[in-house]
Protein backbone atom coordinates (compact mmCIF):
# COMPACT_ATOMS: atom_id res chain seq x y z
CA UNK A 1 0.00 0.00 0.00
CA UNK A 2 1.12 3.37 -1.64
CA UNK A 3 1.27 6.23 1.15
CA UNK A 4 1.99 9.70 -0.20
CA UNK A 5 4.54 11.29 1.75
CA UNK A 6 3.58 14.51 4.48
CA UNK A 7 5.55 17.32 5.12
CA UNK A 8 3.28 19.23 7.88
CA UNK A 9 4.93 22.52 9.29
CA UNK A 10 3.28 23.62 12.74
CA UNK A 11 4.48 27.51 13.10
CA UNK A 12 3.06 27.45 16.95
CA UNK A 13 2.85 30.69 18.62
CA UNK A 14 4.83 32.09 15.91
CA UNK A 15 4.35 35.22 12.38
CA UNK A 16 2.01 37.91 11.96
CA UNK A 17 -0.26 38.52 8.62
CA UNK A 18 2.33 40.30 7.38
CA UNK A 19 4.84 37.85 7.01
CA UNK A 20 2.42 35.98 4.93
CA UNK A 21 3.04 36.66 1.32
CA UNK A 22 6.91 36.75 1.72
CA UNK A 23 6.91 33.54 3.26
CA UNK A 24 4.67 32.04 0.67
CA UNK A 25 6.76 33.27 -2.16
CA UNK A 26 9.85 32.10 -0.85
CA UNK A 27 8.63 29.17 -0.08
CA UNK A 28 7.09 28.28 -3.64
CA UNK A 29 10.05 29.58 -5.35
CA UNK A 30 12.46 27.53 -3.34
CA UNK A 31 10.56 24.61 -3.87
CA UNK A 32 10.12 24.96 -7.46
CA UNK A 33 6.27 23.70 -8.50
CA UNK A 34 4.92 27.16 -7.49
CA UNK A 35 1.06 26.59 -8.82
CA UNK A 36 1.89 22.91 -9.76
CA UNK A 37 -1.80 21.59 -9.93
CA UNK A 38 -0.24 17.77 -9.96
CA UNK A 39 1.80 18.28 -6.52
CA UNK A 40 -0.75 16.78 -4.39
CA UNK A 41 -0.32 13.59 -6.12
CA UNK A 42 3.11 13.05 -5.41
CA UNK A 43 3.32 14.90 -1.36
CA UNK A 44 1.14 16.78 0.94
CA UNK A 45 2.27 19.72 2.08
CA UNK A 46 0.43 21.97 5.13
CA UNK A 47 0.71 24.42 7.58
CA UNK A 48 -0.43 24.51 11.07
CA UNK A 49 -0.99 27.74 11.68
CA UNK A 50 -2.30 30.48 14.14
CA UNK A 51 -5.75 31.33 14.04
CA UNK A 52 -5.10 34.46 13.14
CA UNK A 53 -3.62 33.80 10.11
CA UNK A 54 -5.79 31.51 8.58
CA UNK A 55 -8.12 33.71 6.73
CA UNK A 56 -4.95 35.29 4.53
CA UNK A 57 -2.79 32.08 4.53
CA UNK A 58 -5.46 29.88 2.56
CA UNK A 59 -5.63 32.03 -0.31
CA UNK A 60 -1.84 32.16 -0.85
CA UNK A 61 -1.21 28.17 0.22
CA UNK A 62 -4.23 26.31 -1.44
CA UNK A 63 -4.24 27.39 -5.07
CA UNK A 64 -0.80 26.37 -4.58
CA UNK A 65 -1.32 22.85 -3.28
CA UNK A 66 -0.75 23.50 -0.06
CA UNK A 67 -2.85 22.91 2.95
CA UNK A 68 -3.76 25.25 5.51
CA UNK A 69 -4.27 23.11 8.74
CA UNK A 70 -5.15 24.46 12.55
CA UNK A 71 -3.28 23.74 16.04
CA UNK A 72 -6.26 22.99 18.11
CA UNK A 73 -10.15 22.73 18.08
CA UNK A 74 -12.37 22.48 20.23
CA UNK A 75 -14.68 19.22 20.04
CA UNK A 76 -18.28 21.17 20.44
CA UNK A 77 -19.37 23.54 17.41
CA UNK A 78 -20.31 26.51 18.96
CA UNK A 79 -21.03 27.73 23.09
CA UNK A 80 -18.95 29.40 25.67
CA UNK A 81 -15.74 28.33 25.50
CA UNK A 82 -13.86 30.92 25.99
CA UNK A 83 -11.14 31.47 23.60
CA UNK A 84 -11.48 28.42 21.86
CA UNK A 85 -12.12 27.77 18.30
CA UNK A 86 -14.66 25.12 17.06
CA UNK A 87 -14.28 23.15 13.18
CA UNK A 88 -17.16 25.20 11.77
CA UNK A 89 -14.79 28.87 12.32
CA UNK A 90 -12.28 27.40 10.68
CA UNK A 91 -13.33 25.63 8.34
CA UNK A 92 -15.02 28.64 7.39
CA UNK A 93 -11.41 30.39 6.94
CA UNK A 94 -10.23 27.28 4.24
CA UNK A 95 -8.82 25.26 6.79
CA UNK A 96 -9.41 21.40 6.12
CA UNK A 97 -6.75 19.65 8.83
CA UNK A 98 -6.09 20.09 12.28
CA UNK A 99 -3.07 18.77 14.64
CA UNK A 100 -4.63 17.78 17.91
CA UNK A 101 -3.00 16.58 21.30
CA UNK A 102 0.40 18.35 20.46
CA UNK A 103 2.45 17.61 23.33
CA UNK A 104 2.93 21.45 24.17
CA UNK A 105 -1.08 21.43 24.99
CA UNK A 106 -0.91 18.15 26.68
CA UNK A 107 1.58 19.56 28.81
CA UNK A 108 1.01 23.04 29.44
CA UNK A 109 -2.83 23.15 28.38
CA UNK A 110 -4.21 20.16 30.26
CA UNK A 111 -4.69 18.31 26.58
CA UNK A 112 -5.64 14.59 28.07
CA UNK A 113 -6.48 11.33 26.11
CA UNK A 114 -9.95 11.63 26.73
CA UNK A 115 -10.03 15.58 25.00
CA UNK A 116 -7.92 14.07 22.19
CA UNK A 117 -10.45 11.38 21.43
CA UNK A 118 -13.26 13.54 21.43
CA UNK A 119 -11.26 16.12 18.85
CA UNK A 120 -10.41 13.44 16.84
CA UNK A 121 -14.09 12.34 16.62
CA UNK A 122 -15.19 15.69 15.97
CA UNK A 123 -12.95 16.42 13.29
CA UNK A 124 -13.72 13.49 11.29
CA UNK A 125 -17.22 13.87 11.54
CA UNK A 126 -16.42 17.41 10.11
CA UNK A 127 -14.54 16.39 7.30
CA UNK A 128 -11.55 17.69 8.68
CA UNK A 129 -8.31 15.79 8.74
CA UNK A 130 -7.15 15.03 12.43
CA UNK A 131 -3.39 14.77 12.80
CA UNK A 132 -3.33 13.23 16.07
CA UNK A 133 0.36 13.97 17.78
CA UNK A 134 1.53 10.97 20.34
CA UNK A 135 4.82 10.24 22.26
CA UNK A 136 6.67 9.98 25.31
CA UNK A 137 8.60 11.89 27.56
CA UNK A 138 12.25 11.44 28.56
CA UNK A 139 11.42 9.94 31.95
CA UNK A 140 9.24 7.76 30.47
CA UNK A 141 11.70 6.53 27.75
CA UNK A 142 14.28 5.93 30.06
CA UNK A 143 12.00 4.44 32.46
CA UNK A 144 11.45 1.54 29.34
CA UNK A 145 8.15 2.79 28.78
CA UNK A 146 7.86 4.51 25.64
CA UNK A 147 6.20 1.57 23.70
CA UNK A 148 3.30 1.05 26.94
CA UNK A 149 3.01 4.86 26.42
CA UNK A 150 2.27 5.41 22.85
CA UNK A 151 0.29 2.34 22.48
CA UNK A 152 -2.26 4.08 25.07
CA UNK A 153 -2.06 7.19 23.75
CA UNK A 154 -2.90 5.61 19.83
CA UNK A 155 -5.38 3.53 21.40
CA UNK A 156 -7.13 6.07 23.54
CA UNK A 157 -7.15 8.10 20.23
CA UNK A 158 -8.81 6.10 18.27
CA UNK A 159 -11.22 4.54 20.40
CA UNK A 160 -14.83 4.32 18.87
CA UNK A 161 -13.61 5.30 15.72
CA UNK A 162 -14.97 2.95 13.10
CA UNK A 163 -13.82 4.86 9.66
CA UNK A 164 -10.35 6.65 10.65
CA UNK A 165 -10.62 8.14 6.94
CA UNK A 166 -7.59 10.47 6.13
CA UNK A 167 -6.66 10.42 9.87
CA UNK A 168 -2.50 11.17 10.43
CA UNK A 169 -0.71 10.48 13.47
CA UNK A 170 2.03 12.11 14.18
CA UNK A 171 4.63 10.21 16.43
CA UNK A 172 6.74 13.12 18.03
CA UNK A 173 9.14 11.84 21.33
CA UNK A 174 8.58 14.89 23.79
CA UNK A 175 12.52 15.06 24.33
CA UNK A 176 13.44 15.53 20.33
CA UNK A 177 10.62 18.69 20.17
CA UNK A 178 12.25 22.01 19.99
CA UNK A 179 15.87 20.80 22.08
CA UNK A 180 18.02 20.04 18.88
CA UNK A 181 18.06 16.43 20.09
CA UNK A 182 16.20 14.42 17.23
CA UNK A 183 15.35 10.74 17.66
CA UNK A 184 17.60 8.73 15.19
CA UNK A 185 15.69 7.36 12.11
CA UNK A 186 16.35 3.93 13.63
CA UNK A 187 14.67 4.81 16.93
CA UNK A 188 12.12 6.56 14.97
CA UNK A 189 11.42 3.72 12.87
CA UNK A 190 11.10 1.35 15.50
CA UNK A 191 8.50 3.09 17.47
CA UNK A 192 6.21 3.43 13.66
CA UNK A 193 7.09 -0.32 13.33
CA UNK A 194 4.98 -0.61 16.51
CA UNK A 195 2.40 2.01 15.57
CA UNK A 196 1.78 0.30 12.31
CA UNK A 197 1.45 -3.29 14.03
CA UNK A 198 -1.28 -1.37 16.42
CA UNK A 199 -3.30 0.24 13.26
CA UNK A 200 -3.36 -3.13 11.65
CA UNK A 201 -4.66 -4.77 14.36
CA UNK A 202 -7.44 -2.71 14.69
CA UNK A 203 -8.41 -1.68 11.18
CA UNK A 204 -6.91 -4.85 9.38
CA UNK A 205 -4.25 -4.85 6.88
CA UNK A 206 -5.23 -2.51 4.01
CA UNK A 207 -6.94 -0.08 6.32
CA UNK A 208 -4.10 -0.21 8.91
CA UNK A 209 -1.42 0.37 6.55
CA UNK A 210 -2.64 3.01 4.46
CA UNK A 211 -2.86 5.38 7.35
CA UNK A 212 0.26 7.79 7.77
CA UNK A 213 2.73 7.88 10.42
CA UNK A 214 4.67 11.23 10.57
CA UNK A 215 7.59 11.58 12.72
CA UNK A 216 8.27 14.75 14.64
CA UNK A 217 11.16 16.07 16.68
CA UNK A 218 13.97 18.42 15.54
CA UNK A 219 13.73 17.66 11.80
CA UNK A 220 15.53 19.67 10.32
CA UNK A 221 16.97 19.63 6.23
CA UNK A 222 20.34 17.53 7.79
CA UNK A 223 18.57 14.79 9.37
CA UNK A 224 15.44 14.43 7.06
CA UNK A 225 16.11 12.19 4.29
CA UNK A 226 17.72 9.65 6.76
CA UNK A 227 14.52 9.92 8.58
CA UNK A 228 12.28 9.39 5.62
CA UNK A 229 14.51 6.52 4.16
CA UNK A 230 12.74 4.32 6.68
CA UNK A 231 9.79 1.84 5.56
CA UNK A 232 7.39 3.18 8.57
CA UNK A 233 8.17 6.67 8.51
CA UNK A 234 5.48 8.56 6.11
CA UNK A 235 7.07 12.24 6.47
CA UNK A 236 7.18 14.77 9.33
CA UNK A 237 5.69 17.41 11.39
CA UNK A 238 8.03 19.73 11.67
CA UNK A 239 8.04 23.22 14.19
CA UNK A 240 11.31 24.93 14.13
CA UNK A 241 12.47 24.31 10.66
CA UNK A 242 9.14 24.97 8.83
CA UNK A 243 9.27 28.39 9.76
CA UNK A 244 12.27 29.08 7.52
CA UNK A 245 10.90 28.85 3.93
CA UNK A 246 14.38 27.99 2.50
CA UNK A 247 14.96 25.06 5.09
CA UNK A 248 11.18 23.82 4.92
CA UNK A 249 11.16 23.90 1.17
CA UNK A 250 14.64 21.83 1.32
CA UNK A 251 12.75 19.05 3.56
CA UNK A 252 9.61 19.01 1.48
CA UNK A 253 12.26 18.03 -1.74
CA UNK A 254 13.17 15.37 0.37
CA UNK A 255 9.89 13.81 0.67
CA UNK A 256 9.35 14.14 -3.55
C1 LIG B 1 6.59 20.23 16.70
O1 LIG B 1 6.29 21.29 17.18
O2 LIG B 1 5.70 19.41 16.43
C2 LIG B 1 8.01 19.92 16.47
C3 LIG B 1 8.33 18.74 16.03
O3 LIG B 1 8.92 20.93 16.73
P1 LIG B 1 10.49 20.93 16.33
O4 LIG B 1 10.57 20.48 14.89
O5 LIG B 1 10.90 22.36 16.50
O6 LIG B 1 11.18 19.99 17.25
Not at 201 to 206: E, I, L, R, T
Amino acid sequence: MKRVKMLAGNWKMNKLNRELAGFFATFFESVGWYRDETISDRIDVLFAVPATLMAQAVPLAEPNGVRIAAQNIHWESAGAFTGEISLPMITEAGVTATLIGHSERRQYFAETDETVSRKTKAALNADVMPIVCIGETLDQREAGLTQEVVSRQVKAALEGIEDPKDLVLAYEPVWAIGTGRSATAAQAQEVHAEIRQLLRAKYGQSIGSSIRVLYGGSATPSNIEDLLSQKDIDGALVGGASLKPDDFAKMVRAGL
